[in-house]
């Protein structure tokens, strides 16, 4: 494929699902509904080394509930991380490429079973290579604090991805996902390493937010897109793991600041403990309301919408049949 074609993959896609496509929905809390645990800095990753069937299994069923984007169980997965669990480098960067191929085979497996029947609503989905932020390894909490000490400069933040960047575009996704970056010194960051490394696949920076309003660091979302806005690398910008309501104002934010593609997947709304690393409780954004604040997503400018933590393949079923039932403007 040619680097162009390869450049336009993701608006190929959105063009083809009738202007806004489905991403999927949330990894780890599938894989713990299917009895894993994950009692660790590693998170899902840890299901990598323990259960990589069970992934596949997980994404063969946002395949079948209507996902046109699978991202892979990469976002906790770090060279250092797996380091830190007494791996070498070279079992480290085994379990990255795992991650990319076993999103690559649910994707083929499921295509090749629906292409050969004539009547189906399903698009040939794309697979995102999910790199999760510096925090995300950190597994603090400040990923959505956005506060990482004065040591950590732009220089620190480029080595802690470059390498992991590398090996993951090797294994050959469709497309990279920056995962819940919390600040603006981060999104440079990205911005500056796939210009460096030269990264021919298009790339998602989504943020997390506290309050709605900012990025986590409280610097404002204009400070941040500004920076995103001067790459051609970077085809589509948004909000991951952010609660539901904040959704809706955050894409008519992001219109008006970007002239990219718009991706938002917020989580159920529960919140995360990030130090005691559970969910407290809270009212829940059910998948009713999924169905309802999709479409509203989307005519707020959305053009890719699925579900972060806590959501489940019938939320991503509720908001595939929702876009699809009434495509938009
Ligand atoms: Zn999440």
């Known amino acids: 494929m040619g680097i162009l074609k390869k450049m336009g993959v993701l608006e190929d896609l959105i063009e083809k699902a009738g202007g806004c496509a489905v991403v999927d929905g949330g990894l780890s809390t599938q894989l713990e509904k299917h009895g894993a645990q994950f009692n660790d800095a590693l998170w899902s990753a840890v299901c990598l080394i323990q259960d990589p ?13 209507g996902a046109d984007i699978l991202i892979t169980s990469s976002y906790q997965a770090s060279l250092p991380g797996f380091q830190s669990k007494g791996l070498s480098i070279e079992e480290g960067e085994l379990l990255l490429k795992k991650s990319v191929e076993l999103a ?20 040939r989905a794309l697979v995102a290579a999910s790199i999760g932020s510096y925090g995300a390894y950190l597994a603090d909490g400040s990923e959505y604090s956005g506060c990482y000490g004065p040591i950590v400069d732009l220089d620190k933040l480029k080595d802690f ?40 696949i298009p790339s998602w920076i989504c943020f997390s937010s506290v309050d709605g309003e900012n990025a986590p660091s409280g610097e404002s979302f204009k400070e941040c897109l500004d920076i995103i806005n001067s790459s051609n690398k970077i085809s589509a910008v948004g909000i991951n793991c952010a609660p539901p309501h904040f959704v809706q104002g955050l894409v008519q934010k992001f219109k008006e600041l970007t002239g990219k593609v718009i991706v938002v997947y917020p989580n159920s709304g529960e919140v995360w403990d990030g130090r005691a690393k559970r969910w407290l409780p809270s009212k829940c954004f059910d998948d009713e309301k999924f169905k309802l604040f999709a479409t509203r997503w989307r005519d707020a400018g959305a053009k890719l919408i699925g579900g972060c933590c806590r959501t489940t393949p019938s939320t991503i079923r509720v908001i595939s049949k929702a876009l699809k039932e009434n495509s938009g403007p």
Do not use: M
Not at 53 to 65: C, F, N, S, T
Not at 108 to 120: G, L, T
């Open 53 to 65: 069937d069970l992934i596949k299994r997980v994404h063969l069923e946002y395949l079948e509930a």
């Open 161 to 200: 991805h470059r390498r992991r960047l590398q090996v993951l575009v090797e294994a050959g996704p469709d497309l990279l996902a920056f995962e819940t970056i919390p600040n603006k010194l981060e999104a440079q960051a990205l911005v500056e390493l796939l210009e460096e490394e030269n990264i021919q």
């Open 104 to 123: 690559v085979q649910a994707r083929d497996k499921f295509w090749d079973a629906k292409k050969i029947i004539s009547e189906h609503s399903y698009n």
